[in-house]
């Protein structure tokens, strides 16, 4: 067996035989009323793609390190708060979704998995971003909608592979001057599903409100010229 959905049941626990299925490469448990995940997860070293979301989880096992050929892991919509620091260990990760969640700063694991390309932490109770985000080189949609983030962190501007930055329905006031290094935001976006810069529903200081309206080149031009006068 490769693949398996127990996706909306009434899932209150997944016994141990599941790590017996060692061939097992997609494993959809999302929809369920899991608080923990057994330990047995270990055992699924084929394992590619995990949907644990909507469930009630309050952990994840540290046991889920030894996955070391996750690609896609996807717990939002629980109640986690903290990962295990063995999640840097899951070298081959590229798609992490953590959003709705309770996490108060993203967790220092995520800064070790260097294959990310896609990082979802939106609807958590981040007030910042730590300078390590500046480690995910490769990151290209990043998404932190929907948090208490007061500043745009200069070390985001070092992400010149992202396509997609979302920072949304957030408490940002000010842009860095190095906005300009993000070459592959093309436009400022106003649709969810758009490629560009989100930035929209922030407290965001005059003149920037109205820079936003006329484009992503003129907040560019405005943010280089005022860091030289």
């Not at 046991?63 to 717990?75: P, Q």
């Not at 995520?110 to 007030?127: P, Q």
């Not at 990151?139 to 909608?145: C, R």
Request: hydrophobic content about 40%.
């Amino acid at each position: 067996m490769q693949k398996l959905n127990l996706s909306h049941n009434q899932l209150r626990a997944v016994p141990p035989e599941l790590g017996k299925l060692t061939r097992l490469v997609v494993l959809n448990l999302c929809g369920n009323r899991l608080k923990t995940l057994p330990g047995e997860v270990s055992l699924l070293q084929s394992l590619k793609v995990l949907f644990v979301h909507m469930n009630g989880l309050t952990e994840l096992p540290a046991e889920l390190g030894a996955c070391r050929s996750l690609e896609v892991l996807s717990a939002s919509h629980n109640c986690l708060s903290q990962l295990p620091t063995s999640l840097a260990d899951l070298s081959r990760l590229r798609k992490l979704n953590l959003s709705h969640n309770r996490f108060a700063h993203i967790p220092v694991c995520v800064f070790s998995l260097k294959e990310l390309d896609f990082l979802h932490v939106g609807s958590n109770r981040l007030e910042n971003i730590a300078e390590s985000i500046q480690c995910l080189a490769g990151l290209q949609i990043f998404i932190a909608e929907g948090n208490h983030i007061h500043t745009f962190p200069r070390s985001l501007c070092l992400l010149t592979s992202l396509e997609l930055l979302n920072l949304n329905n957030n408490d940002i006031q000010m842009l860095p001057a190095e906005l300009y290094m993000l070459c592959r935001l093309t436009r400022i976006a106003w649709n969810p599903m758009d490629k560009g810069l989100h930035i929209s529903r922030n407290p965001l200081s005059k003149p920037l409100p109205e820079l936003l309206e006329g484009g992503l080149e003129m907040l560019v031009s405005y943010l280089k010229d005022r860091k030289h006068t």
